[in-house]
């Protein structure tokens, strides 16, 4: 079954300096792989998501994350934080039509 | 217009009574999911439903607490049943493929649920 732990619970930034969200992932098959971010009593957002296409995936808000299969990772980043960026981020994880697995979240606090 | 119309966002329950929560799905999708996400913690599936057949549950989560209705195939509604403060969480129900969210998957906002 597929699996993915975020190793990082909780991570903190200032303002302006890159952020780095690890996340490893397990699958027996080709994965795909997503990445949501959760701010305080608001819904899941999509932030980006690979489907086997580019390894390099761009998503919304200038963040990405680059898919390795040789390092089962999935990483995300952003070059600048910005203090609307702290929130939860869950790595997520299919295969196929299967239901999406999520990790136990990354809690990002961005200090000013 | 929301993709998924979760209701209700949120509600107070007394224990032992039961709620049922309900998603509309603005289109057809094959797969729909329920979700439970306690305080401070991940989401965890509780079951996937697929219409004309049976909800199939994950380890932990049985019928008789949390069934699941699927008529069609935009519609889906999960009951908590005899509720207890160990039920307070937020509920969040999936589908897939979403035509709106290019064919990938898509959530509800979540009914907040607190049971008192």
């Known amino acids: 079954a597929q699996s993915v732990t975020q190793l990082d619970s909780h991570v903190s930034v200032s303002e302006g300096t890159p952020v780095l969200l690890r996340c490893n992932y397990s699958s027996?098959?080709?994965?795909?792989?997503?990445?949501?971010?959760?701010?305080?009593?608001?819904?899941?957002?999509?932030?980006l998501k690979y489907t086997s296409a580019a390894t390099l995936v761009k998503g919304i808000n200038g963040f990405e994350a680059e898919f390795k299969k040789s390092e089962t990772s999935f990483h995300l980043t952003k070059p600048s934080a910005h203090m609307s960026d702290a929130a939860e981020y869950f790595c997520v994880v299919s295969e196929g039509n299967t239901p999406l697995v999520f990790g136990k979240g990354t809690r990002l606090s961005v200090i000013a | 217009s929301a993709v998924i119309s979760q209701k209700p966002s949120r509600d107070i329950c007394q224990r032992g009574t039961s709620l049922t929560i309900q998603c509309q799905v603005d289109s057809q999708v094959t797969m729909m999911f329920w979700y439970r996400?306690?305080?401070?913690?991940?989401?965890?599936?509780?079951?996937?439903?697929?219409?004309?057949?049976?909800?199939?549950?994950?380890?932990?989560f049985v019928i008789d607490k949390f069934p699941i209705s699927r008529p069609n195939l935009t519609f889906s509604t999960l009951t908590v049943s005899n509720m207890s403060p160990e039920d307070s969480s937020i509920y969040l129900c999936s589908a897939f493929p979403s035509r709106t969210e290019g064919y990938g998957y898509t959530f509800g906002s979540g009914t907040r649920l607190t049971v008192v």
């Open chain 1, 28 to 47: 027996s098959y080709s994965p795909s792989l997503f990445w949501y971010v959760q701010h305080p009593n608001k819904g899941l957002q999509l932030l």
């Open chain 2, 37 to 60: 996400q306690q305080p401070g913690q991940s989401l965890t599936l509780i079951a996937t439903a697929n219409q004309g057949s049976e909800a199939t549950y994950e380890s932990g």
